[in-house]
């Protein structure tokens, strides 16, 4: 009896989703050996690069902290009073314009919530990265947030399925709890579900060109770095719940060059310019790197051959060039909010 009713019970369980366990990886190409090869070189040369400039950045501290003190010793007691008041002037200053710009960052991205374009990256893909891999993906993130409050119109930004390492990593970046942005463990097709018509995944794969933002839809980015390990899994993953796919229109612009995928940070910011300028083609050329490009022109109007990677899969690469100040202000600012 109980045989029988443990055989209808196991009827009864929905099959698993085919993205909530890890399935055989693929095997490396030889191609691809090389390339994560290279990978792991970058990245130790990387570090050593990162270690350097913390070193410098304390020799410099140091040597301007030392010329202060020489200051202050080499003038009368009236000059040194002086110059310790105008520094502290100086402070406050400082201190004060970046509160009214925090201020200003909170009430656009407030606004954002009602108004702004949405904007989700996925994060369901955290099974099949490696945790180095995950790590990069944080780094877009904050990227995505620092350059989205500096947005005069910022887009309302979405995480979902923010669980295991993926939100262990992100809950250790300074200020995190805080950052205006929709945070969901459940998937997007559960936590939208009541606007599936909306949704529109970004991915390469995908047939139709994404001509204009509509401010209705809300766009999905794969949140995936991968070294090109899981081609296609964003298209196949929004045909098995049935909900539209688009592909940015790089190709009637620019020509990629070998590296052909584009990081999560340069989607969003792709789409952030877009929102600012209503321009594709000015968007791509202030994001896209001068490296990834081949024999592109900026200021030809010509069109060229379609070659691009619009789901944000990247390999991480971008990430460890980004302008690493913008990374470092949404740490300085956003604890502080």
């Known amino acids: 009896m109980e045989a029988v009713e ?15 366990f890890n399935p055989p990886e693929p095997p490396l190409s030889k191609n691809a050996k090389k390339k994560l090869l ?3 070189r970058y990245e130790a040369k990387k ?3 990162k270690l350097q400039a913390k070193e410098q950045k304390k020799k410099d501290i140091e040597r301007k902290r030392k010329e202060w003190e020489d200051t202050l010793a080499s003038v009368t007691e009236e000059e040194r009073s002086k110059l310790i008041e105008s520094r502290r002037s100086l402070r406050k200053e400082r ?3 970046r509160s009214e710009e925090r201020e200003k960052k909170i009430e656009r991205l407030n606004r954002a919530k009602d108004c702004g374009q949405n904007i989700v990256i996925d994060l369901e893909f955290s099974h099949l990265m490696t945790p180095s891999e ?4 944080v780094q877009q993130i904050m990227y995505c947030y620092a350059v989205n409050g500096r947005c005069p119109s910022p887009g309302h930004l979405w995480l979902t399925g923010c669980n295991g390492e993926m939100e262990t990593q992100l809950q250790r970046l300074p200020g995190f709890d805080k ?3 929709e945070k969901e463990h459940r998937s997007y097709i559960d936590a939208l579900q009541d606007q599936k018509e909306n949704l529109v995944y970004l991915t390469a794969d995908a047939e139709t060109v994404l001509d204009d933002l509509d401010p209705k839809k809300i766009y999905i980015i794969g949140g995936l770095v991968d070294r090109n390990r899981w081609k296609g899994i964003t298209m196949k993953k929004a045909h098995e719940q049935g909900i539209q796919t688009a592909k940015l229109p790089i190709g009637s612009y620019l020509k990629m060059s070998s590296s052909q995928v584009l990081t999560v940070n340069q989607v969003i910011e792709i789409l952030l310019k877009y929102l ?9 050329f202030q994001v896209v790197p001068q490296r990834k490009r081949c024999g592109a022109d900026s200021n030809s109007d010509h069109p060229v051959d379609e070659e691009e990677n619009g789901d944000g899969d990247g390999d991480g690469d971008d990430e460890h060039e980004m302008k690493k100040t913008k990374c470092d202000e949404v740490s300085s600012s956003d604890d502080t909010l």
Not at 6 to 20: G, N
Request: proline fraction near 10%.
């Open 179 to 181: 950052w205006i942005i």
């Open 95 to 97: 201190m004060g314009k």
């Open 6 to 20: 443990e055989d209808q019970s196991a009827k009864m369980d929905p099959p698993p989703s085919p993205f909530a």
């Open 276 to 284: 600012e300028t209503r321009d594709w083609k000015a968007s791509f």
């Open 134 to 137: 995950i790590h990069s993906l």
């Open 47 to 49: 570090a050593e690069k």
């Open 38 to 40: 290279k990978q792991q």
